[in-house]
């Protein structure tokens, strides 16, 4: 993986994202997507796939805001069906970016597929919006918070 690769969320890469459940994508600027739910339950949003190095530690950086909601960073893991972040990293109410590191977890394959985006939390209301500009993922800086699987160590970042 290069130094940290950007997927942004805008009009027109949104043939590269996601829906989860129920969520209409709009777009209010061209440099954001809005994400509304439809739905008064769960955990709807957005995602992206991104295939990323087995057992190696990242950072997600998620640029974006909730507008009256809450809706959290969400990397998760389809294979073992695994958040990959356990606690809630929120998007703030105005617009700026929050970051959580995580592991990405052991594969007999060199590469993982993972679910990287926002979804609401709370649970929403129907109608709740959250706007989503990018994400970018990088190798975490000093280490994560959570260690890498035993008995391997994590493998190092190249750039």
């Known amino acids: 993986m290069t130094k940290s690769v ?83 990293t929120f998007l703030p109410s105005t617009r700026g970016c929050v970051c959580a590191d995580f592991c990405t977890p052991e594969s007999a394959n060199e590469y993982v597929c993972l679910y990287v985006g926002a979804l609401f939390t709370g649970p929403p209301t129907k109608g709740q919006q959250f706007e989503l500009c990018r994400v970018t993922i990088s190798c975490a800086k000093g280490g994560s918070k959570k260690p890498a699987p035993a008995p391997k160590p994590a493998a190092p970042c190249h750039y």
């Open 6 to 88: 950007t997927v942004h969320a805008t009009p027109g890469t949104r043939n590269q994202w996601s829906t989860n459940q129920k969520v209409r994508v709009s777009a209010k600027t061209s440099d954001c997507l809005v994400v509304t739910s439809d739905q008064n339950r769960s955990t709807p949003g957005l995602y992206t796939r991104l295939y990323l190095k087995q057992n190696t530690q990242y950072t997600v950086e998620v640029k974006g805001c909730a507008y009256h909601a809450q809706a959290f960073v969400w990397v998760f893991d389809p294979k073992t069906c695994k958040r990959l972040i356990p606690n809630y």
